[in-house]
């Protein structure tokens, strides 16, 4: 059965990016994208402290979004790779502006990064 989640209808731009992009983990999954297409098992292992449901979950809904793009191999065991799509890719230059903002703001307040994430 197919759960269609109802929003709120946008009340400017800002609330329709945000219903689209935010959350604690659409960004993220987003900029690992960024490097080209992943597997389900390649994503689950990057976006630290997701669990699988959740993972699928958010997987749909940037599908759902137009975001992303999901392929299925028929194979056992089946693949998946999910890719950005041209609007997704459009957001690239304004998640870098955020992540650099982001830095910016840990450096000033001492908040040291993982390491190996940007």
């Known amino acids: 059965?197919?759960?269609k989640v109802k929003r709120q209808a946008p009340k400017c731009g800002i609330d329709y990016a945000f219903q689209r992009i935010g959350?604690?983990?659409?960004?993220r999954i987003l900029w690992r994208?960024?490097?080209g297409t992943l597997r389900y098992g390649e994503l689950?292992?990057?976006v630290i402290g997701i669990t699988s449901k959740m993972l699928t979950q958010t997987l749909r809904e940037l599908e759902n979004d137009g975001l992303i793009?999901?392929?299925v191999y028929v194979?056992?065991?089946?693949r998946v790779e999910y890719t950005l799509t041209d609007t997704g890719?459009?957001?690239l230059p304004f998640l870098s502006v955020l992540r650099d903002w982001a830095k910016e703001q840990?450096?000033?307040?001492h908040i040291e990064a993982m390491p190996g994430r940007s």
């Open 33 to 35: 994208l960024r490097v």
């Open 1 to 3: 059965m197919d759960k």
């Open 69 to 71: 793009s999901r392929k």
């Open 23 to 27: 959350g604690k983990y659409k960004g």
């Open 75 to 78: 194979e056992v065991p089946p």
């Open 106 to 109: 840990m450096l000033i307040n």
């Open 44 to 46: 689950r292992k990057t």
């Open 89 to 91: 890719k459009g957001l």
